[in-house]
């Protein structure tokens, strides 16, 4: 059960949520005795599809207008659907699991909204969407957020669950809110034929919009369709229109509950009907940003909410300067951008020949779609699938001269762990961009952190070459790629999702600028010490390295190392620091899998004993952006305060 924690009132004491969300009807409506909804019902119904779809609008674009982000498309087109299950849980207490388990977890807004409905939370909660320390994170998590039932996980997790829920509860209907991104997902054709093998009572509604973050799949991704997949499955089918009128969406759907075993009904609507500028596109799947949102409302007449919208200001790191530190950049759009630049570098007439680039519908966010834009010739703009994307371009760069690239972001590695090794197996060249490293500006919170990088090094001392990389600002990005763009062997990037500062040498310019050459396995000294040394790569190492130029001012000699290559000593660069008092591993990955969790291993095989110790990623994330490295330890004062007690 979720931790009932004390409501929580937003802005200020006198805050009053602009919609009435009193207004909200609870209806009971039993679907095996109701052939269908009398015209009160309708009203009824339709009424509380308004008050739902307003409330989300809102408070949904609070999370655009402070820059926490989010996503309302999701949420708003599902709330018809969501109402009916709320009126049959009502109705028919015994025979559902009266939970609304939904395998697309940034829908999250439907579980915040029901929280407030349920009286689990003050309504005035909401706008604090997404932020830091609001327990309102941008994937539903159990355990912090007052009415949730369940995590979500990351995308096309939960049905696999579901029919575990179903097992445990015969003779109930589960339902599980689906949609045909998470379709796309290997785990639910598993969940597909087990559901249908045991004829588990899972009632899937699929929301099949056509949209997902780069696009239209009917455009992209030709030949792929929810309804013939599940169908093929073993699954019955029920299409419908939901925005046709709440008696069709009523009949679907008491048809799955009225049907023995597993059912799929196919919602065929456009994302976000209704929204001027973004119904049908794949905008609605974001936080609909307030120049939207303020117009829908002022129309709705929900002026109030409308008026707030326009008063919010975005977010920023407090944090009053990093020392050291010079121009902000992009790492991930750095990767894409010189990915790009070694690709043109092909001759034409070979290009295609020599480089597949497979993308997995994160494209925009990993910054390939900069090579498809440029050279389509080589680009497949693939669906959300992964560990088959990997495993293509894994199986183009088994071929001798040719080599497969793949992104997607950090926290999918997991879920690649055996593709990578079938790779390395098969001594396969490929370069994969893991966007959205670390924790730092993730609000969708711990089902996205990017952690565990580490398991991407697997394999054995006499396997395929693997490197991993994690440059520390978007100069060393460039020139990392750069040199590793034509190396054999599997070679990760990661870079973080947040923007980072260059680092600045003591003359004060870039140090991984001009003049500066990277070489794979070799450690930068940024900063030399006496006292000891701080290790550190990423987005950690502007922050450490502000720390470093603060605890010198105050006496304290300490130096900086950035190890951009995560996977491989440097003997030099390790003998510096261990000779030294103290050795720190400061990092924006697990405490548990990640750098720190080895470092000290590599200083004892050496005979090297200074004093040690890791800051890392210990704990669930607390939602927000910035908020996440303070969170977790990893900001200046934290790594001060750490290094103080070292010497």
């Given at each position: 059960?979720?931790?009932?924690?004390?409501?929580?009132?937003a802005?200020?004491?006198?805050?009053?949520f602009?919609?009435?969300?009193?207004?909200?009807?609870?209806?009971?409506?039993?679907?095996?005795?109701?052939?269908?909804?009398?015209?009160?019902?309708v009203?009824?119904?339709?009424?509380?599809i308004?008050?739902?779809?307003?409330?989300?609008?809102?408070?949904?674009?609070?999370?655009?207008?402070?820059?926490?982000?989010?996503?309302?498309?999701?949420?708003y087109?599902?709330?018809?659907?969501?109402?009916?299950?709320?009126?049959?849980?009502?109705?028919?207490p015994?025979?559902?699991?009266?939970?609304?388990?939904?395998?697309?977890?940034?829908?999250?807004?439907?579980?915040?909204?029901?929280?407030?409905?349920?009286?689990?939370?003050?309504?005035?909660?909401?706008?604090?969407?997404?932020?830091?320390?609001?327990?309102l994170?941008?994937?539903?998590?159990l355990g912090?957020?007052?009415?949730?039932?369940?995590?979500?996980?990351?995308?096309?997790?939960m049905w696999?669950?579901?029919?575990?829920?179903?097992?445990?509860?015969?003779?109930?209907?589960?339902f599980?809110?689906?949609?045909?991104?998470?379709?796309m997902?290997g785990?639910?054709?598993?969940?597909?034929?087990?559901?249908?093998?045991?004829?588990?009572?899972?009632?899937?509604?699929?929301?099949?919009?056509?949209?997902?973050?780069?696009?239209?799949?009917?455009?992209?991704?030709?030949?792929?369709?929810?309804?013939k997949?599940?169908?093929?499955h073993?699954?019955?089918?029920?299409?419908?229109?939901?925005?046709?009128?709440?008696?069709?969406?009523?009949?679907?759907?008491?048809?799955?509950?009225?049907?023995?075993?597993?059912?799929?009904?196919?919602?065929?609507?456009?994302?976000?009907?209704?929204i001027?500028?973004?119904?049908g596109?794949?905008?609605?799947h974001?936080a609909?940003?307030?120049a939207?949102?303020?117009p829908?409302?002022?129309?709705?007449?929900?002026?109030?909410?409308?008026?707030?919208l326009?008063?919010?200001?975005?977010?920023?790191?407090?944090?009053?300067?990093?020392?050291?530190?010079?121009?902000v950049?992009?790492?991930r759009?750095?990767?894409?951008?010189?990915?790009?630049?070694?690709?043109?570098?092909?001759?034409?007439?070979?290009?295609?020949?020599?480089?597949?680039?497979?993308?997995?519908?994160?494209?925009?966010?990993?910054a390939?779609?900069?090579v498809?834009?440029?050279?389509p010739?080589v680009?497949?703009?693939?669906?959300?699938?992964?560990r088959?994307?990997?495993?293509?371009?894994?199986?183009?760069?088994?071929e001798e001269?040719?080599?497969?690239?793949t992104?997607?972001?950090a926290?999918?590695?997991?879920?690649?762990?055996?593709?990578?090794?079938?790779?390395?197996?098969?001594?396969?060249?490929?370069?994969?961009?893991?966007?959205?490293?670390?924790?730092?500006?993730?609000?969708?919170?711990?089902?996205?952190?990017?952690i565990?990088?580490?398991?991407a090094?697997?394999?054995?001392?006499?396997?395929?070459?693997?490197?991993l990389?994690?440059?520390?600002?978007?100069?060393?990005?460039?020139?990392?790629?750069?040199?590793?763009?034509?190396?054999?062997?599997?070679?990760?990037?990661?870079?973080s999702?947040?923007?980072?500062?260059?680092?600045?040498?003591?003359?004060?310019?870039?140090?991984?600028?001009?003049?500066?050459?990277?070489?794979?396995g070799?450690?930068?000294?940024?900063?030399?010490?006496?006292?000891?040394?701080?290790?550190?790569?990423?987005?950690?190492?502007?922050?450490?390295?502000?720390?470093?130029?603060?605890?010198?001012?105050?006496?304290?000699?300490?130096?900086?190392?950035?190890?951009?290559?995560?996977?491989?000593?440097?003997?030099?660069?390790?003998?510096?620091?261990?000779k030294?008092?103290?050795?720190?591993?400061?990092e924006p990955?697990?405490?548990?899998?990640?750098?720190?969790?080895?470092?000290?291993?590599?200083?004892?095989?050496?005979?090297?004993?200074?004093?040690?110790?890791?800051?890392?990623v210990?704990?669930?994330?607390?939602?927000?952006?910035?908020?996440?490295?303070?969170?977790?330890?990893?900001?200046?004062?934290?790594?001060?305060?750490?290094?103080?007690?070292?010497?």
């Amino acid at each position: 059960m979720a931790s009932e924690r004390p409501a929580k009132r937003a802005r200020q004491d006198d805050f009053v949520f602009p919609i009435d969300l009193s207004l909200f009807k609870k209806l009971s409506i039993d679907p095996y005795s109701t052939d269908a909804l009398s015209p009160q019902q309708v009203a009824d119904l339709q009424a509380n599809i308004d008050l739902c779809r307003d409330a989300i609008v809102f408070f949904t674009s609070c999370g655009a207008g402070t820059g926490y982000g989010g996503h309302t498309g999701g949420a708003y087109d599902t709330v018809p659907e969501v109402l009916l299950m709320d009126a049959f849980f009502r109705a028919c207490p015994d025979k559902f699991v009266p939970t609304f388990f939904d395998e697309a977890g940034h829908r999250v807004a439907t579980q915040y909204l029901f929280s407030v409905l349920e009286g689990h939370m003050a309504a005035e909660r909401l706008v604090q969407y997404r932020q830091g320390h609001s327990e309102l994170p941008g994937h539903p998590e159990l355990g912090m957020t007052p009415g949730i039932k369940f995590s979500s996980g990351r995308l096309g997790h939960m049905w696999p669950a579901v029919n575990g829920v179903a097992a445990a509860n015969p003779g109930k209907v589960c339902f599980c809110l689906g949609s045909d991104g998470s379709q796309m997902e290997g785990n639910d054709a598993e969940a597909a034929r087990l559901a249908v093998s045991e004829n588990l009572n899972v009632k899937l509604i699929v929301d099949d919009n056509d949209v997902t973050i780069t696009g239209h799949p009917s455009q992209y991704f030709k030949g792929y369709s929810v309804e013939k997949t599940l169908a093929g499955h073993g699954l019955k089918t029920v299409p419908c229109d939901p925005e046709s009128g709440i008696e069709a969406l009523y009949a679907a759907v008491r048809e799955a509950v009225l049907s023995e075993g597993p059912v799929a009904v196919i919602m065929k609507r456009k994302m976000c009907p209704g929204i001027e500028g973004v119904e049908g596109s794949n905008h609605g799947h974001d936080a609909v940003a307030t120049a939207k949102a303020i117009p829908h409302l002022e129309k709705r007449g929900r002026t109030e909410a409308a008026e707030y919208l326009k008063g919010l200001k975005k977010t920023s790191d407090p944090y009053p300067e990093y020392k050291a530190s010079g121009k902000v950049g992009s790492n991930r759009q750095t990767a894409g951008q010189t990915i790009t630049e070694c690709i043109g570098s092909i001759p034409a007439d070979e290009r295609k020949g020599k480089v597949l680039v497979i993308d997995s519908d994160l494209g925009g966010s990993t910054a390939m779609t900069k090579v498809q834009d440029a050279y389509p010739e080589v680009y497949i703009q693939s669906g959300i699938m992964e560990r088959g994307n990997l495993s293509a371009a894994g199986g183009f760069g088994s071929e001798e001269g040719k080599q497969g690239i793949t992104s997607t972001f950090a926290a999918f590695l997991e879920m690649c762990i055996s593709e990578i090794t079938m790779a390395r197996l098969n001594k396969a060249d490929i370069l994969c961009h893991f966007s959205h490293s670390g924790v730092d500006d993730m609000a969708d919170n711990t089902c996205h952190f990017g952690i565990n990088n580490m398991f991407a090094d697997n394999g054995l001392e006499d396997g395929y070459e693997t490197m991993l990389y994690f440059p520390a600002d978007f100069y060393q990005v460039a020139e990392c790629v750069k040199t590793i763009f034509s190396m054999s062997g599997l070679r990760f990037l990661f870079t973080s999702r947040s923007k980072s500062p260059a680092l600045l040498g003591e003359d004060g310019n870039p140090f991984f600028g001009p003049g500066y050459k990277f070489v794979p396995g070799k450690d930068d000294i940024v900063r030399k010490g006496t006292a000891g040394y701080i290790i550190t790569f990423g987005d950690a190492a502007y922050r450490a390295l502000d720390a470093v130029e603060r605890l010198k001012a105050e006496g304290i000699d300490v130096g900086l190392i950035v190890k951009c290559t995560l996977n491989v000593v440097d003997e030099e660069a390790i003998a510096e620091a261990g000779k030294t008092g103290f050795v720190l591993v400061v990092e924006p990955l697990s405490k548990k899998t990640g750098l720190g969790s080895r470092f000290g291993t590599y200083l004892l095989e050496r005979g090297l004993c200074p004093k040690y110790d890791r800051i890392g990623v210990y704990r669930e994330g607390c939602g927000g952006l910035w908020e996440q490295a303070y969170h977790q330890g990893y900001d200046p004062k934290s790594i001060m305060d750490k290094v103080k007690t070292m010497i």
